[in-house]
């Protein structure tokens, strides 16, 4: 989320700041000054008020059941949600709100165009520029459900002529890449940009991470994430064995990507930026809070709100903080679930691995998790490592790498 940051340096005072530390309650003398989260006017507010899909990808973390049959959050449910969302930022009194407005899924656009444009309504109404709020709408598809001729309008109209489309190469077969591919030319025949987001899988991993770039430089990409691919209930067992790789292969993988990366810069070539890499080499030094988990919280279809946890050591699922149908905003963000949660990120469940690590200010996992025994950590230490050694010897400055 960080290329929203050149709107948020500069914005937030540590008397905002200390509404974290209030709230974390926690015993220990971090430096908060830095902070961007929901508590000083940063929310990345991911919208899922439906779970639908009609697809069946190997990592998805959702049944069967959800995915076909899930209930779809009412606007009126919707607006009362963002309501309580303003009250809490309105009784604080934080003059600037900047809220990405990332609609997630499931399949969001499986809700239809009619309820989107009435919650585009809904949500810019609650939350007026005027009051000093500033929304970014982002829509993640798969596109391969979505009716162009409807949705590249909309995306034109409330995403900025952006949105994001997953990639996950041929785990999901021939046919799906090439779907996927003729709407993504599509898009950009009719001047939208597209950024993508990729779960590293074994089928990219067999491509090469050199392909893979070059196919999607070739596609104009804007902005590219790579992602480790995640156990969770629903892809246990069969799926993750076949798919999954190690967190080694995927530093291997992003090692590779970025020399490509880097070659294309040098060499004047057009290369999307990659989210990770962007994200290492722009971050300053920085408080143990430092990924998304003080940022970010997902609306579930009955109200609750979550956050990818885990358990069994890094086996994932949806942690309850409350339900904002049924609490204000300000109970769910001082949830003893939620408490316990940041602490965790800031003290990584005491893993010594991780507090002595020398770039933990830099670390790439979005959430903590345990690591596994044998492999790179979930931060991709190795890749870390190799990415700031290049850096340094090429002596490449913060501001050439592209923000994202």
Known sequence: MLKWENFIKGQYSMENYNLLQNTLNFNH?????????IESGYFVFTLMPSLRCSL??????????????????SIENLEKASKKVYDYYEAKGIKNKYIVLYWYGGEPTEMGIDYFNKAMDVLNNTFPKEK???LKHTVLTSLLT???DIWFDFFRKHGENYFQTSFDGLMRGKNYVKKWEQKVKLAKEQGLEVGTISVVNHELLKDGARNVMKYLSDLKIKEISFLPFMWNEQNDGKSYNKYAPTMNAWSDFMIEAS???????????????IGQLSFIINQKE?????????????LLPNGDFVLPDYKNGFQ?????????????FNSVLQSVNRKAYLRRQVTRNNNKECLECEHKDKCVMEFWKDNKENDDCFGGKRY???????VKKNNIKINQAISY
């Open 56 to 73: 069946n990808c190997p990592h998805c973390y959702l049944s069967l059941e959800q995915r076909r049959n899930s209930e779809i959050m």
């Open 132 to 134: 000093g709020y500033v």
């Open 286 to 298: 920085r408080p143990m809070l430092a990924n998304i988990a003080a940022q970010t919280l997902f």
């Open 259 to 273: 020399e490509y990366y880097f070659e294309a810069k040098n060499n004047n070539e057009y290369v999307p930026d």
């Open 316 to 328: 994932e699922y949806m942690n309850v903080f409350g339900n904002i149908l049924t609490q204000d």
């Open 146 to 148: 979505v009716d162009t």
């Open 384 to 390: 870390v490592n190799w990415l700031l050694d290049y």
């Open 29 to 37: 003398n971090y430096q908060l000054d830095n902070a961007i989260s």
